[in-house]
Structures are given as structure tokens and as C-alpha cells.
């Protein structure tokens, strides 16, 4: 079956770091992948889509890579902010003729002053 | 703001009661899920919409049923609760009409208590 897993449940780093946040998946080929943020209390929201034929995509301080041949992408944020604290989830997408969207369980990022 | 109302917000009630959630959108999109999200267990997709009347199964739909016959409204019933359904139940909307690829927008959740 299809599987997800993302790096470590916690993360914790100094304010000014680069956090990575990491998305392994199997047993699929997945033709895009997508992150969101989620706050305590809140539902996901929506950061970045990458495709599969795609490595890298930026968005202000926010970075993905997609390797298909390792089935991993990689979530960079520089310069971190104690306001970067959240959890981050990966979505795979593709699965199915619906294209829906399975999710990791996510990573929750502490950033510390 | 996707335009998203999830309702009831906040709900405790006893096994065995019906219970239903319901999704309401201003967007006019065609599609429209429901997740639950449990510690330990992330997001699972428990039914889809592709539109009026067309719905779908996702990986946990056993003990829930939904129905669409709006554009705009998606309801989550719950037969028969169990403890076990006791989660924060979410809906969501894809944002690109037509395609198979693009965001979700999520609501605000419904937390659910049975005890």
C-alpha cells in the first residue's frame, strides 16, 4: 500500500537556521507533491506544489526539491522565524483517477528565539 | 478566504446517536472531501465529492456516509457513533475547478466527542 513518511514527528532549531523537513514515500509514483502548514487549532493550509518533472520550487524564504528517483522531497525553510513554528505536512497527489491526496503525518517545527 | 463553513464546530455526543457535519462552500467548486485527523495517524481522507450526487470512498469510510445535493453543500453522517469516531473531522475543497491537480482549502475542522 501507499506510505508516506516524513523525517522525525519534532523538529527543533535556532532562530536564523535552515529548517529541512523531509517526505519519503512508496509504493507509488506520485506526479506532484504539495506542503502545507497547520496551526494549532486550524485547518492545513496550502504552501507549495511541486511536479514530478520539476526539482526545485521557491517561494520567498520557502524551498522544495521532488527527486522521484530517491521518492523523496525535501522542505527547506531559511532565515527561520519563531512565527515558522507550525506543523508541516506532506501530500503526495496522483493517487487514483481522482488525483486525491494522501497526507504524511507531518512534522511539527519549533523555532526558537 | 476559501469560503469554507464547517458546522457544528464543536460536538459531544453518546454511542449510538446519529450525527451529521456539514461542509458548506461559496466557491462553486466541484470537488470536496472530508478527513479526519487523529495523533498518531495524520490526515485520512473518508469521502470525496466530484459533484452533485457523485461521491466516493476514501481509506476510512467504514461507519460514515455523505451526501451532495448542492453544489455548495457536502454533509458527513455518522449512522450510529462510536468512541472511535471521537476526532477533528475536516472539509475540504480542491481550488482548481476541472483539474486533477491543485490545492486543497481546508475549514476551520469539527471536533467530535463520543462518549
Redesign the interface.
Same mark, same amino acid.
Given at each position: 500500500s501507499q506510505k508516506i513518511e516524513q523525517n522525525s514527528e519534532a523538529l527543533n532549531i535556532q532562530e536564523g537556521k535552515t529548517a529541512t523537513l523531509t517526505c519519503n514515500y512508496t509504493n507509488y509514483s506520485p506526479?506532484?507533491l504539495?506542503w502545507?502548514r497547520q496551526d494549532p487549532?486550524?485547518?492545513?493550509?496550502?504552501l507549495l506544489?511541486i511536479?514530478e518533472n520539476e526539482k526545485e520550487k521557491r517561494k520567498e524564504r520557502l524551498k522544495v526539491t521532488f527527486d522521484t528517483t530517491l521518492k523523496q522531497s525535501l522542505f527547506h525553510i531559511t532565515a527561520s522565524q519563531p512565527a515558522d513554528s507550525a506543523t508541516y505536512?506532506c501530500a503526495p497527489?496522483?493517487g487514483g483517477?481522482?488525483?486525491?491526496?494522501?497526507?504524511?503525518?507531518?512534522t511539527k517545527l519549533s523555532v526558537k528565539p | 478566504d476559501a469560503g469554507i463553513t464547517q458546522s457544528p464546530r464543536h460536538k459531544v455526543t453518546e454511542t449510538g446517536t446519529p450525527v451529521t457535519l456539514r461542509c458548506h462552500q461559496t466557491e462553486n467548486h466541484r %470537488?470536496m =472531501?472530508w478527513?479526519r485527523q487523529d495523533p498518531?495517524?495524520?490526515?485520512?481522507?473518508i469521502h %470525496?465529492s =466530484?459533484g452533485v450526487k457523485d461521491t466516493?470512498k476514501?481509506e476510512v469510510s467504514d461507519g460514515y456516509s455523505v451526501s451532495r445535493s448542492k453544489t455548495e453543500d457536502f454533509l458527513l453522517t455518522l449512522e450510529s457513533a462510536t468512541s472511535s469516531q471521537t476526532s477533528v473531522y475536516?472539509c475540504?475543497i480542491r481550488?482548481t475547478s476541472g483539474s486533477?491537480?491543485g490545492?486543497?482549502?481546508?475549514?476551520?475542522?469539527s471536533r467530535l466527542t463520543v462518549l
Open positions: 506526479a506532484y504539495q502545507y487549532g486550524r485547518g492545513p493550509v496550502f506544489l511536479r505536512l497527489g496522483g483517477s481522482q488525483g486525491n491526496l494522501i497526507f504524511g503525518k507531518g | %470537488y =472531501y478527513y498518531g495517524h495524520g490526515l485520512r481522507l %470525496y =466530484y466516493d476514501g475536516f475540504a481550488g486533477v491537480i490545492e486543497l482549502f481546508f475549514g476551520e475542522g
